[in-house]
Each structure stands twice: as C-alpha cells, then as structure tokens.
C-alpha cells in the first residue's frame, strides 16, 4: 500500500493498557486481581433464566430483537429506573440496550462530541473515555482528583480525594459540550456526595453542559452509603445521559449487556449511532437479564436482594484485603464503593528500584514487576492518567477484590511471603 | 431547546432507517411477514445444546479475550458501492466522513428478468467510478437483496480494478454457504493479488441461522485487520463469551463432516432451495415477475404489472414504499421495498420492486400461499 491504510481517527488510540497487562497476567500470574471481573459465579437465578430461554418453546429468541433493546428488559429497565429517579419513563424512548456500556460510552460520544468540542474528564478516569473522546473528534479537559489525607495517620478513605471546586469551575469553557461523571469511581471506589455532585450540577447548568454519567457499579457501594444519581438533581434530567451494566450489576462480564437511560430528545441521537453500527444486541442475554431485573424489581429492599447480598458479600472482601494490603505495609485507600482498591506502594520502592529517565512510569515497572516475579497482578494507577499527568501519581496501584476468598486468601500468603523476605534481607 | 444539545455532523441525515420503519409496521400478528431477514425456523439443535452446555461454565459468563468496524476509511475517501445495496453500507460510509459512490447492477435482458444472474455490472462504467480518492469497494456475494452470485470473471474484473488502484476491498460474505445448485460461491481473497487488499466479513447469525446471536468475524491480513482490533477495542472491547464458546464447538462439528451431506451449511441450503423454488411458483401463479436467486434467502419480485393504482396516497414516498404499505394494510403480507437499497440517482430504476425474505417455516410459506392464491379474487 503506497499511502496509509488506516484512518487518521485511529492515531494514538492503538495502546491499550489491558492488552498489554492482560497478557502478562496470563503469562505470568498465579493470582490475577488485575482486571476488573468477579472470579466467582454469576447468581443462579440469572444463569438458570438463561438455560431456560434456550430450552424453552420459543426459538425466537435466536433471531434478533427490536434495535433498541429488547422489549421485556427495556420495561423492567424503565420501571426500576422509574423508582430510582422519581420520574415516569417510556421504555421505548428513555432507554436503550447496548452491547455492554462500553458501547453506550462509545454511542454518547459520537452521537454528542462534534471536532473541536471539549470534553472535561475527572481524573482518574476509567481508560476508555479518553479514545472514545478523540475518536470523536473531541479535546479531553482533565481535572484531578486531589489526595486530602486524614492528619490522624488513619488510612485514606476514597472520599479524601476531591476535586477543588475553583479548579473545576476554571476547566468549563464556552467550548465544553459534556463532562463525563463516574460514580462509583474506577480505579478509586470514590462514591461521589450530594454537595460533590451539586457543584458538578451546578456548573453544567451555568455553561449549559451535558453529563455523561457512567454508573455501572452504581449497587456496589459500602458502609451505608448512598449511590446518588445525578439524573435527579434540579436541572440534570434534560442534559444527562445515564449509563449502567448488567456485567456488573449481575456478575456477567462477558454476556456484554448494557444500557443509556436519559432524555428522548438526547437518546434519539445514539439511537442513530447505535442503528448505523451494532444494530441489535444478543437476544437471550437480553431476556435472561429482564428476568434478573424483574426478580430484583420484586426483592428490592429485601435481604434476599442481590443488591443487597452482593455489596454486603463484597464489603467482607473489601476489608480481607484492605486488612491483608496493611499488614505489609502497603497502604490501602479504603474504598465507598466499587469491587477496586487503589494501594500505596512508597514503602516497596526497594525491591524495584526508581530509573530517572524511563519513558514508564514507577508504578508500570512496579505492577509488571510484580506479575512476574511474585505472580501477582494489579494495575498501576498511572494507567488511569492523561499521559500529561501519568507522572502525578505513580505510587499506586489498583487491585480488584471481586475473588473467591481462595483467590484472595492465595493473594495474602504471596503478600506475607513478599514481607517476610523483606524483613530478613 | 438549547442548541448546544443537537446531534454530532457526523450521523446528520442518518436518523431514518428502513428497519425501524417497516419493522414497525410488520409487527401486527397477523401479518405475515417476510419482510426483515430473519429465519422464523429454528436453529440446528446442537447448536443452541452446546450454548446451554457453556452457559453452566462460569468463567465463560466473564470477559473473554478482547478482540475477535472499517478503521480504514476516512474524511475525504470514496468508496464504491454496488447498487442495490446493503442498506448500512452508505450510512457507514458516511459516518466514516468518506464518499459513497454508486454503480448499479443493470439488468441484462432489457428489464426481463428471471434470474438474479441476469443482473450485472457493465465493465466500462465500474472502471469509470475508480479514481485516485477510491479508497475501497464493497462486494456482497452472495448478494442481499438481488440474490447474485458473482462469477469468478465477475470477481476477476473487480479485482483487476481493485490491483490497479491500490483498492481495498470490503467484502461482504454472511450468505456465503447459501448457494444453489448449479452455483458455487467464490472468495474474492482467493484471486491473485488480492489477499493482502481485502477484508472477508462472515456472520454466525446467517450461517447458523441465530441472528439473535449477533456474532460475526472478519478476515484478512495481518496489517488490516489490525487496525480494525483498534477500532474494536475502543468502541465494543469484546463480544459476548458464552455465545463465542458455543459457536466455536458449533463450527468444529460441521467442520469435522464438511464432505457430508448432513453438515448444516450443505443441509440449510438444499432446504431453502426447495422454499426457493416454492416462493417463485407461488408469485408466478399470482402474476408477478419473481427474479430467482442463485444465492442468499431474499427474492425481488416485479410488481408493476399488477397496475394497483397508488397515486391517491399523499405520501413522497417511491412507488415501492407506498406498495408495501397498501400491500400490509389490505393483504397481510409484508416485504420490502427495493428503493431502501439504492442510492438516490437509481431508486427510479428501483422502485417497481420488492424484495420477500423465503428462509420461512413452512407453516408461514403457507399462509403466504393463501393470500397470493387469493390475491386477485380482491381488487386493490
């Protein structure tokens, strides 16, 4: 080929973290609490709804669906929606199923980032948000989350990290079409407050800005606290779209089941993108998940609830390893929510040496290190950074604690091993 | 409404979409719809048993490995697209920032065709419509909606093209094991020259008959479909698991008795042949002009001698469209209209017909043999 075969929209997106690290985890890891999906089973009432729409009389769950999703899940999506946001909506105009919600992020962008529109991202963000923005067409503004850490020499919560709200403010410009808002967040577990998410509101009403708001783990959140949608602030319905995951609600990564839910007027545009790429999404998935939701539309609030049980179950999880991280020293932000946990690593910086110059970052050289000499995996925190802000902060690392305890009780006896070679050397 | 919540330029005009429309209106039980393409027979057993065997294996409900979109077009490009057409393919093209160009399929016979082979491209004019900006053309054979199966000096003169100037060319290959007798179905990549040019697409959904499955694969070489796992893991990142597993174990038991008459691509085929052969009688008997495919499970079907008289409908819409809709309304029947499948110059040239989708359980084929058989005991 004489000239380039790609297409300009493709330049600088090729690197992707998990590419590389998944491979290594492969490679090289005994215990892998590096990219977020549970180790464990899906619930038994999902899977067996799905055994059942197989075996069951009617074939045409085999043949595609309605476009914008499936008729029973968009009902059950609508009236649970309908509970969570105090507001009447239409199924077939204020919801759409897509394949996983990394396709609904993919449809709220080129369905609503133009050339030249900015787009303010909070930092740490979760990866794919900062492609899908160029590959739009757009400019990524970052704003930081900044650590506040407690004088008491406690460890860190995930609420300690806040944006500043005069730095926010500063990043909105009469270019900035949409701020994309994760809460819970991935990498920290930070479940953004009611005052946080009001000065987000605020800010997008004043400059008339659109939220996209990535909620997938919008049931998983701890200690008592409280998931706030920032659909349901003064202002917000019309200029927000929301995203959600059956992946991560139900423990089904891999059935790539995900929904938008928002206004007609801005769900019309991704209709258009969504019909002029994907189309349809898997039938069956979408049935065995409908039948999900309408059992926890029946549970809702009750213990049986797996949106109860599951949060309690990972919460117990969450501090085995919170507990296990901070007896060898390295220190965990406990998170609000979330199945991940960032750790500060400062106090292992002996075994892999600092190299001045290295075109990676510490914590890249530090979690590659540690897959293949101690077989354990995790994500470095800069991994979760612009590359201009990839140096801020590079003594973190990511763990994901949705593991079967052997996985995590696996995960501890390396780490006390780790710290006993430590201690003796 | 503040004006800063329009749509993006890049899906302007691309909002209204055949499907949505008809899929709409085809909906009503008791119409019999052989509209949209989509079996209503089952799918081979083994099939959905080896999704039911996946589905009891946990890990197979998480995320699998992230790759399995044309990255390859951009901003300024043209691409040649052979009409009819695939609808998506000009929307695509479009969203892509690039050009469609047409070219249509024209009918041998002088508009008297019996046969999807009568449909073909004129050589000069396909030579025509490539230029320095022609970045690729889209092949679908065999084709929806015409049923054409290219020949192999059919493929040669494209490809000819296509080496000539530095082409790419995307080939749509989903009905490739729908074939009939006497027709043998030809890979494009298989010519010289053109493996490292061309990106061959194939979809579980038409070769096992699941389109609810929405699985599909491309191949090529290394260099392209690189680009293509770009796009792929930053817009969908991976397709669902189980469903992949189980299509996987599908493949390996057809591949395994691919000399054997049972093998499903041989088996799907001689049985659509026969409900091929079924529509086409049924349409001749009630008048129209079926043109008989040698590939795929669609039929177009010449409707203007049947004279039905439309004028008074206020819609501005083509002939076919404002056909469709009548022929739902007063006969409980659907199809498509042709005209969803060209491009603006030739719905003209198009719109006196209508496509039928045959790949029906025989109980449908039926109730369409009723309204057909009944069909001028009504006037329009």
């Not at chain 1, 787009?119 to 970052?142: K, L, N, Q, S």
């Not at chain 2, 052989?34 to 065997?53: F, R, T």
Request: proline fraction near 6%.
């Amino acid at each position: 080929m004489s000239r380039p075969v790609q297409a300009r929209r493709l330049e600088g997106i090729d690197k992707n973290i998990w590419v590389e690290f998944v491979k290594l985890a492969a490679t090289y890891s005994k215990v892998n609490l590096g990219q977020g999906f549970p180790d464990f089973p899906p619930p038994d009432f999902l899977t067996e709804a799905f055994t059942r729409a197989l075996g069951g009389q009617n074939h045409m769950l085999h043949q595609y669906t309605r476009a914008f999703g499936h008729p029973p899940l968009v009902t059950v999506l609508a009236q649970f929606f309908k509970k969570l946001l105090g507001r009447d909506l239409d199924p077939m105009t204020n919801v759409m199923v897509t394949v996983g919600a990394y396709q609904a992020l993919f449809c709220c962008f080129q369905a609503l980032v133009d050339e030249g529109d900015e787009v303010i991202i909070i930092e740490p963000f979760f990866d794919c948000y900062e492609p899908m923005v160029r590959m739009a067409g757009g400019t990524p503004v970052f704003v930081p989350l900044r650590p506040n850490p407690p004088k008491d020499g406690k460890l860190m919560s995930s609420a300690d990290w806040q944006l500043d709200p005069a730095e926010l403010a500063s990043k909105f410009s009469e270019r900035t079409k949409a701020i994309v808002l994760n809460s819970p967040n991935n990498p920290l577990g930070k479940v953004f407050s009611r005052g946080e998410l009001g000065l987000i509101a605020e800010l997008c009403v004043k400059h008339d800005v659109l939220c996209i708001s990535d909620e997938v783990y919008e049931w998983l959140v701890y200690d008592g606290k409280q998931h706030i949608r920032i659909a349901s602030l003064q202002g917000m319905w019309d200029r927000t779209v929301t995203v959600g995951s059956a992946g991560k609600t139900f423990s089904v990564t891999g059935w790539k089941v995900g929904w938008v839910v928002g206004p007609d007027r801005l769900l019309q545009h991704l209709r258009t993108v969504h019909q002029n790429s994907v189309y349809h999404c898997a039938t069956i998935a979408q049935e065995a998940v409908a039948q999900g939701f309408q059992r926890e539309l029946r549970l809702y609030g009750k213990p049986e609830s797996y949106f109860v049980q599951l949060p309690k179950e990972l919460q117990q999880k969450r501090d085995w390893l919170v507990q296990s991280l901070d007896g060898v020293g390295m220190k965990p932000i406990i998170p609000e929510g979330t199945y991940f946990l960032v750790a500060d690593i400062s106090q292992f910086k002996s075994d892999v040496p600092d190299v001045p110059n290295s075109d990676e970052p510490y914590d890249y050289r530090f979690a590659k290190w540690m897959i293949k000499s101690k077989g354990l995996a995790a994500i470095p925190l800069s991994a979760f950074y612009s590359e201009a802000h990839k140096n801020n902060y590079t003594n973190f690392i990511r763990f994901c604690f949705a593991k079967e305890e052997a996985t995590l009780k696996a995960a501890n006896e390396i780490l006390q091993k780790w710290k006993q070679e430590k201690t003796s050397s | 409404m503040p004006f800063r919540h329009k749509n993006t330029r890049r899906i302007e005009g691309l909002d209204s979409n055949v499907w949505v429309e008809f899929t709409k209106v085809a909906a009503d039980p008791s119409i019999v719809n052989l509209g949209q393409g989509l079996p209503d027979i089952s799918p081979p057993s083994y099939v959905k048993e080896e999704l039911a065997k996946v589905a009891a294996v946990d890990r197979l409900n998480q995320y699998t490995r992230g790759f399995g979109h044309p990255s390859l077009v951009k901003e300024g490009d043209e691409v040649i697209i052979i009409e009819p057409f695939y609808d998506c393919y000009e929307p695509m093209v479009k969203m892509a920032g690039a050009k469609p160009v047409f070219i249509p399929l024209r009918c041998k016979n002088d508009g008297n065709s019996a046969s999807s082979a009568d449909w073909v491209l004129d050589p000069a004019e396909l030579a025509n419509k490539f230029n320095s900006k022609t970045k690729a053309i889209i092949l679908n054979t065999p084709h929806n909606p015409i049923g054409k199966v290219f020949t192999r000096e059919e493929l040669q003169v494209i490809a000819d093209l296509c080496i000539k100037h530095d082409t790419l060319c995307i080939s749509d290959e989903v009905y490739e094991w729908l074939v009939y007798k006497g027709k043998k179905h030809i890979k494009i990549a298989t010519l010289p020259g053109m493996w490292e040019r061309t990106v061959t697409i194939g979809s579980a959904g038409k070769t096992y008959s699941v389109t609810g499955w929405k699985l599909g694969w491309s191949i090529g070489p290394e260099y392209l479909i690189k680009h293509l796992q770009v796009v792929h893991q930053n817009t969908l990142y991976t397709c669902p698991t189980p469903l992949q597993e189980a299509l996987a174990q599908a493949f390996w038991i057809d591949y395994k008795r691919m000399d054997d008459p049972d093998c499903y691509f041989h088996s799907l085929s001689r049985e659509l042949e026969s409900k091929r052969d079924r529509m086409a009688q049924l349409l001749k008997e009630a008048g129209l002009k079926p043109v008989v495919p040698d590939g795929g499970y669609f039929m177009i079907v010449d409707v203007s001698m049947l004279n039905v008289d439309l004028s008074d409908v206020d819609e501005k819409q083509p002939y076919d469209y404002k056909f469709v809709k009548w022929m739902i309304a007063s006969k409980k029947l659907s199809a498509i209209p042709l005209s969803a499948f060209c491009g603006p110059e030739t719905k003209k040239q198009f719109e006196k017909y209508i496509r039928f989708c045959f790949i029906k359980k025989d109980s449908t084929l039926d109730a369409a043999e009723v309204i057909l058989k009944n069909w001028n005991k009504q006037t329009g």
